[in-house]
């Protein structure tokens, strides 16, 4: 629809051709089409599912993305950890130094030249 504005203007478009309501009969023609076309989705919108409707309705695509990450967390750790087959004491684990575990198990008590040569191969 041009008014006396734009009818002065050479550059501007002509969109009346393009009104859908140019013709009233045949645009409440086309909206009652799409309203009839439309009302089977809308109703089932409308009926929605609750939380546990639509958890149920995923639970196929929820337990085979949980068991693919699960599958990854188990390579990933496999390749980051591999077993290892040496057995390590409680001593090593926490970092105290081989001989002296021995000597808290053993029945006699280390020397002072014995704690010296500890101390030396440390250094």
Known sequence: MMDDKTRGDPDRLDL????????????????????RAA???????QAGLS???QI????RPI???SGLMAL??????VVAHPPTTKQTTLAEAIGV??????????????????LLGLERSEQ
């Open 16 to 35: 009346t051709p393009l009104d859908p309501r140019a013709d009233a009969a045949s645009f409440e023609r086309l909206v009652r089409e799409v309203r």
């Open 39 to 45: 009302t089977p989705e809308l109703v089932r919108r």
């Open 51 to 53: 939380l546990w409707g």
């Open 56 to 59: 149920a309705r995923w639970r």
């Open 63 to 65: 337990l085979a993305a």
């Open 72 to 77: 990854a967390s188990v390579i990933v750790l």
């Open 97 to 114: 130094p081989n001989q002296v575990a021995r000597w808290v198990q053993a029945p006699d008590k280390p020397t002072p030249g014995d």
